[in-house]
């Protein structure tokens, strides 16, 4: 249900060291779900002091996860338990919920899925994806060409679902592009749903150091850039998740 304002309320969970990209991730989901700035309320596990309890989630009427940027679903911070709650106890109160990239990642650990670390099958830029079967017949994704382009940036990567879990995506370097879990309002997709080309610029940019070895040479790293496209079909798929499942 919407908030007593007529308004949806959304959390966002986010691991962010870098100030700017941090607030950026906020603007991003603010604009793909089309949803004003006091709309969208912002927890950063790498900068509380405290660790609230599961409670947090109570009073929204949907929850989203973001990317992380020096951090990996693979590894265990001191507030990944936390994290991984939080997502069961989305799960188990049906909370909608949809997690970008590391939130894909982050859903699938959280479930029982596998996450693992795999730079050899890195992917940065703009590339295409298709529909599985599943995937032309889900309720979000079923209005999608066959094949579409998406948004990236990872190097860790879902290789088995959890329990339930449906894979609707994929494309020809690697399964679990995005996935569903059946019976549950719970989608994650491993390319940024929240990016357009403008904004994957930005934090290709600001991430270079990070990816230095999947981005090389100064000649490779303009390839990547100049491969950025507009992604028409994802511009609106975060905005069609809170329409579908979130009364307003």
């Not at 959390?11 to 709309?39: G, K, S, W, Y």
């Not at 790498?46 to 590894?75: H, M, N, Q, V």
């Not at 094949?147 to 994929?170: A, C, I, Q």
């Amino acid at each position: 249900m919407a908030s007593e304002t007529g308004k949806i309320s959304v959390l966002l969970l986010q691991a962010r060291n870098t100030v700017d990209i941090e607030a950026q991730e906020q603007e991003c989901f603010q604009e793909r779900c089309r949803l004003d700035a006091d709309q969208i309320t912002s927890v950063n596990l790498a900068r509380l002091d405290t660790l609230p309890d599961d409670s947090i989630l109570d009073g929204f009427d949907a929850f989203f996860i973001g990317g992380a940027g020096e951090y990996s679903a693979t590894k265990d911070y001191p507030w990944m338990p936390f994290a991984l709650d939080l997502v069961r106890r989305a799960h188990d109160l049906s909370l909608p919920t949809f997690g970008s990239c590391w939130g894909h990642q982050l859903i699938a650990r959280g479930l029982g899925g596998r996450v693992e670390h795999d730079p050899d099958k890195a992917e940065l830029g703009c590339h295409h994806v298709y529909l599985t079967v599943a995937g032309q017949v889900d309720e979000l994704f079923r209005n999608f060409p066959l094949s579409f382009l998406v948004n990236m940036g990872h190097h860790d990567r879902v290789t088995k679902l959890p329990k339930n879990g449906l894979e609707l995506v994929n494309n020809q370097s690697q399964p679990n592009e995005a996935f569903r879990i059946i019976g549950k309002p719970m989608y994650g997709t491993q390319f940024h749903s929240e990016l357009d080309h403008r904004r994957e610029e930005e934090r290709l940019h600001k991430y270079r150091s990070y990816y230095e070895n999947e981005m090389g040479s100064d000649d490779v790293f303009q390839k990547i850039i100049d491969s950025l496209r507009e992604t028409t079909e994802v511009d609106h798929l975060m905005y069609d998740f809170l329409c579908r499942f979130v009364s307003k």
